[in-house]
């Protein structure tokens, strides 16, 4: 099993700046991506970014400019550098980490950005 512990969520006015970070942990093996997803109230859960362990990036248009994704391959983890922040960025943030044939979801960190 594969543990992913995040952190770095909370409250922050519009134009400010959150770090996300996810640390995995148990079984790691050979981790093809790891990425950021979030979910509003009322909507589906989608993309933010993605990285792969080469350091290939993804983004969805709506952050592009704004959010930054990394990776530490030593440590396992990955971050998310978020500026700028809008009103509509705000919603529960997951990790998603993906090893060979299986995904791993994350518990999930609140972002709330008041206008």
């Known amino acids: 099993q594969v543990q992913l512990v995040e952190s770095g969520g909370g409250l922050v006015q519009a134009g400010g700046s959150l770090r996300l970070s996810c640390a995995a942990s148990g079984s790691i093996a050979s981790i093809n991506s790891m990425g950021w997803y979030r979910q509003a109230p009322g909507k589906q859960r989608e993309l933010v970014a993605t990285?792969?362990?080469?350091?290939?990036?993804n983004y969805a248009d709506s952050v592009k400019g704004r959010f930054t994704i990394s990776r530490d391959n030593a440590k396992n983890t990955v971050y998310l550098q978020m500026n700028s922040l809008k009103p509509e960025d705000t919603a529960v943030y997951y990790c998603k980490l993906d090893q060979r044939l299986q995904t791993y979801w994350g518990q999930g960190t609140q972002v709330t950005v008041s206008s």
């Open positions: 990285v792969t362990t080469s350091g290939s990036t």
